[in-house]
């Protein structure tokens, strides 16, 4: 089964930007449907971004539309997820997941394997 490993977190300053990494081992990435979801201390999963096998499709957070932009490399089995013009409420344990469901999906329960999460950390 695919594992995933995302990198790319880390320390920034409001109104920086980021970029992370989800790569694949064990399996091709381009096989599934991917998200990043972000989990705060105290509160459940909240989805961030989804995108198609393809690349063509994607969604986002109401919270993160017009700052975050999801996209993949399928040569390379990677999603990535460039983060601009972070605010202190982005500070979170970010994760990437796939998914085996025929549509791109906003629900965690729809997504079969998950990366161990990145932690990305905004100073005001």
């Known amino acids: 089964q695919v594992q995933l490993v995302e990198s790319g977190g880390g320390l920034v300053q409001s109104g920086g930007s980021l970029r992370l990494s989800c790569a694949a081992s064990?399996?091709?990435?381009?096989?599934?449907?991917a998200g990043w979801f972000r989990q705060s201390p105290g509160k459940s999963h909240e989805y961030v971004a989804g995108?198609?096998?393809?690349?063509?499709?994607?969604s986002y957070a109401d919270s993160v539309q017009g700052r975050f932009t999801i996209s993949r490399d399928n040569d390379k089995d990677t999603v990535y997820l460039f983060m601009n013009n972070l605010k202190p409420e982005d500070e979170a344990v970010y994760h990437c997941?796939?998914?085996?469901?025929?549509?791109?999906?906003?629900?965690?329960?729809?997504?079969?394997?998950w990366g161990q999460g990145t932690q990305v950390t905004v100073s005001s």
């Open positions: 064990g399996g091709s990435l381009s096989d599934y449907r």
């Open positions: 997941a796939a998914s085996t469901r025929p549509y791109t999906s906003r629900r965690r329960d729809d997504y079969n394997f």
């Open positions: 995108i198609s096998q393809s690349g063509h499709f994607t």
